[in-house]
């Protein structure tokens, strides 16, 4: 089947990034997208603390998993943590075991696997079109996307989740576009590889969503014959992935399925008490937040993309774009997180749009894009310096944050500023701006954030202290987690705190983890009979002051925002 054909040479005063295949490298190119990848992306991973809940819970399973050995059941602090199968915890384990416990070995996974989906995006742009133009400005917008630059540098498995998706809708097309046997073949394969790593990192909708695309658009093209024939061979390749973990993790926790199945999938996505409810349209303005600093392209890309909807890319692609989204909005859970598979088939759309215009040299939907931009980040500025004048948002010991925070809002209103005053030949300058922020706003935050989101910074500062204890208390999730990763011990026990714990705690061997303000007093004496202990503790309300109030009084006490770290010595016998 045809693709779209390549866009004519511009002609006239065009700059040379848009004027035509004759003046691009492609060498260039890709040396570009890499130095972009490696300053804004990886460079920036070790420059802030891990954020709760998420980057402290995935850092703590995955080493947990690395140093404990078991590699088939996820467990979170010792206890079973059902609620995602193993694949992504082996990615982030394995950034542990190669960097380190540290926080580039826990993100780089999430890293790699969006600069993976760039190279995926550049390569089936090439494959469409044969403009080397286009592939950039695809792979551009794809790399540049808010939500996409933000998840990129965080210990998420969305991420990887949506590599594993992308890999599979690529491998798709390319077995729908092979002239050969042997090609189609391949293809077929692969993509059966990649729905088997993508239901192991995230369950049963990397089956559902190649499905979805494949069965509408086959019929489409009357090509039904060859999805029977080949499709079998993806489902037999993605079992062959998929099998042995399955059986392996049925042996040794039994419940496991009926976990994971009822709750991850028929309770998120049909139940009333359904967690992160959300209305239906919900994803609808998540789609504009989620394309910034790109969202004022959207109407031109759906618009071209609609024009050309009967042509067999432009089909594949609104296939793949509209049809997840409509099954992410049916679902009663909903996360802003969920939508990334379908922004590779956007940024593809909105590239094919953006170089169409460069060609005509129409550049006032690029130049609205720029105004846009410019009027937010001056917007933001300027409540910035109200908030700071007003009520200090930081205090005189982080003028180095504030000032970070100004590169950022300055960056991004000069980079759209540029796109605004030379939309035809500076249009791609918005990406200097996402990525600065991508880069520097994590380490711009105030303390009052990054005490209340980055518990890991201020108990790693008494982190040898807390490392010679012999037991571990805490009333919070992410501050037991992160206490538990940072001293790389899985027993911290949890003190008046269930939270997504439950099933775990529900096990009668993990009991006696779980402590009260009525038994705490006992849980101590007895602790401190074996050695010292650390508590770090979150107060933020009066049934937490109580808390504190039922502990000893013999302990050190340090304190930063409403988070608490005391260590209480050894009684003697």
Known sequence: MTSNQPLPRSTGTVSRLHAGPAFINERWIALGLILAFVAFYLLPLMTHGLWIPDETRYAQISQEMLHGGNWVAPHFMGLRYFEK??????????????????????????????????????????????????????????????LIAGQAGYANLDPQFTFWVNLSLVSLWFAI??????????AWLLLGVACGMGFMTKGFLAWLLPALIALPYMVWQRRLGQLLRYGPLAVLLAAAVCVPWALAIHHQEPDFWNFFFWNEHVRRFAADNAQHARPWWFYLPMMVVSALPWAALLPETFIQAWKNKRQPVSAFLLLWLLLPL????????????????????????????????????????????????????????????????????????????????FIVLLGWIIANALQLLRPLELWAAPALGIWLLVALLPAAMPSQIVDSKMPDRFISEHLDSLKQTSSLLS???????????????????????????????????????????????????????????????????VAEAEEVEALPVDGKHYQRGNLHVFIFPQTQP
Not at 177 to 186: A, I, Q, V, W
Not at 501 to 527: C, D, F, H, I
């Open 85 to 146: 199968p193993i694949a992504g915890y082996w990615m982030i384990a394995i950034g542990q075991a190669v960097f380190g416990d540290n926080l580039f070995g826990v993100r780089i996974a999430s890293a790699l696997s969006t600069g993976l989906s760039v190279w995926l995006t550049y390569l089936i742009a090439r494959r469409f079109w044969g403009d080397p133009r286009k592939s950039f400005a695809c792979a551009l917008f794809y790399m540049s996307f808010g």
């Open 177 to 186: 576009d092979s002239k050969t046997t042997r090609g189609r073949l391949g």
């Open 326 to 405: 409509a099954v992410f909005s049916m679902s009663s859970g909903k996360l802003p997180t969920y939508i990334m598979p379908c922004l590779m088939p956007l940024a593809l759309l909105m590239g094919h749009a953006v170089c169409g215009l460069l060609t005509q040299q129409r550049g006032r939907a690029i130049r609205i894009n720029g105004w846009i931009n410019v009027v937010i980040a001056t917007a933001a500025l300027i409540a910035l310096l109200y908030l700071q004048l007003s009520k200090e948002v930081y205090e005189n010991t982080e003028m180095f944050s504030l000032s970070l925070a």
């Open 475 to 541: 009333n919070d999730l992410g501050a037991a987690s992160a206490l538990s990763w940072l001293t790389n011990r899985p027993q911290v026990d949890l003190y008046n705190v269930v939270g997504e714990l439950k099933y775990g705690l529900s096990a009668p061997e993990a009991a006696p983890r779980l402590v009260t303000v009525k038994n705490v007093g006992e849980w101590m004496t007895e602790a401190r009979k074996k050695g010292s202990v650390g508590v770090a503790l979150r107060v933020n309300s």
